[in-house]
DNA sequence: TCATTTTGTCAATTATATATTACACTTGCT
DNA sequence: AGCAAGTGTAATATATAATTGACAAAATGA
């Protein structure tokens, strides 16, 4: 139940961009850089509205960046 | 930021697979009923773990089911 | 109709996502 | 060599996702 992980791909395709530092990303999605941070680093599991919006301005699909790590 | 709301279509997905009830959906995702109750109600927006495991277990893709109402 | 299952919802608590402030380290630029 | 911008991370605080226990009402089926 709590050892299920989730994984993500936020900080290659935001770095694939070429655009955006993680401030910006944060900027634009809302939080702050410290939180885009620590979802780029996987260390936890954001809320869908956040996702949503990462997914929205990095123009990937939601099930493009996160999946489940089984 | 806080005016951005998430949709989906949980309770319609789990109907239309005809064999689970919200309780059983609740128990495969590894939340409790009350939480899947106020998902498929569109009260909060849940964590993508959360989000991934209703996913999985209704085989439909994550941009099906929740997207940002705007 | 009656019994059982399923759903909606409430109040109270716990767990955790996110914010805030801060600081050190790296990288790129001139 | 410097300075500025970007990054990783830590400690503490706040907001909210998720749990627990419970009850009434609606739906389903005999």
């Given at each position: 139940?709590?050892?299920?992980?989730?994984?993500?791909?936020?900080?290659?395709?935001?770095?694939?961009?070429?655009?955006?530092?993680?401030?910006?990303?944060?900027?634009?999605?809302?939080?702050?850089?410290?939180?885009?941070?620590?979802?780029?680093?996987?260390?936890?599991?954001?809320?869908?509205?956040?996702?949503?919006?990462?997914?929205?301005?990095?123009?990937?699909?939601?099930?493009e960046?996160?999946w489940?790590?089984e």
């Amino acid at each position: 139940m709590k050892n299920i992980s989730v994984k993500n791909r936020v900080k290659i395709a935001r770095i694939e961009r070429g655009d955006l530092t993680q401030g910006k990303l944060a900027n634009l999605v809302g939080v702050t850089r410290q939180t885009m941070n620590l979802i780029e680093a996987q260390k936890y599991n954001p809320t869908i509205r956040v996702c949503l919006l990462i997914s929205k301005h990095l123009e990937k699909s939601l099930d493009e960046l996160f999946w489940i790590d089984e």
